[in-house]
């Protein structure tokens, strides 16, 4: 039973350019939500995505989007990258609106 | 906005000295759940309190849940080298889980 898996591991950018990261939920998983957790920071809210629609947002622009396919799985998007976009982008699955969060583990962008 | 501290950031500790990490939330929350991350790994889900006042134990865990569903706190009773981490806790207001900022735990052999 596959736990939620995240591609790639690690990334490095350069300002202005554009990336996107990957997501599979775990098995038995409908909601995929997105973080992004700078160093010696907790987790920050991005969005979550629910029958391939974006259901929440927390406070992060426009230039991150998302989007969920027909297998649950998840593709986060950013734009114009900035120096501040560096950090670990964690990805979560859960089953129903109240269980647990299952992490994925996470992708390293640093942004040059 | 919705924020969610704890205290304190960092927590030294000798090996078989307990620990406690507090939670505080500016708003009510519907549940709180408490996440451990190693270093360089993700967090993983300890445990979810639901009711006002709850107390959970897991071994030498213990979670409590405030009466008014704004504060938490884990103590851990004689920490371990491998209680090495950074516990987050996360309140659910609504759909979205709002972490805490965290308090890394450092255990001394």
């Known amino acids: 039973d596959a736990g939620v898996t995240q591609s790639p591991t690690h990334l490095i950018k350069t300002r202005g350019q554009q990336v996107t990261l990957r997501c599979s939920p775990k098995?038995?998983?409908?909601?995929v939500s997105w973080y992004q957790q700078a160093l010696g920071q907790g987790p920050q809210f991005i969005f979550q995505y629910y029958e391939e629609e974006e259901r929440q947002r927390g406070n992060f622009p426009d230039r991150f989007s998302g989007h969920q396919f027909p297998n649950y799985s998840s593709e986060l998007n950013v734009n114009a990258l900035l120096l501040g976009d560096s950090a670990l982008y964690l990805c979560?699955?859960?089953?129903?609106?109240?269980?647990?969060?299952?992490f994925g583990n996470g992708t390293r962008l640093t942004v040059t | 906005g919705q924020q969610v501290m704890q205290i304190p950031q960092y927590q030294h500790v000798q090996e078989g000295e307990d620990f406690t990490t507090y939670c505080n939330s500016s708003?009510?929350?519907?549940?709180i759940q408490w996440y451990k991350q190693r270093p360089g790994g993700h967090p993983v889900f300890l445990i979810q309190?639901?009711?006002?006042?709850e107390v959970k134990k897991q071994k030498r865990l213990t979670f409590q849940f405030g009466e008014a569903k704004k504060n938490s706190s884990l103590h851990i009773t004689a920490t371990q080298t491998t209680d090495v981490g950074t516990y987050f806790c996360a309140g659910q207001v609504g759909n979205q889980f709002y972490f805490g900022t965290g308090t890394s735990l450092t255990v001394i052999p």
């Open positions: 309190l639901v009711k006002s006042g």
């Open positions: 708003t009510t929350l519907s549940n």
């Open positions: 098995s038995g998983h409908d909601t």
């Open positions: 979560a699955s859960r089953g129903t609106l109240d269980s647990p969060l299952h």
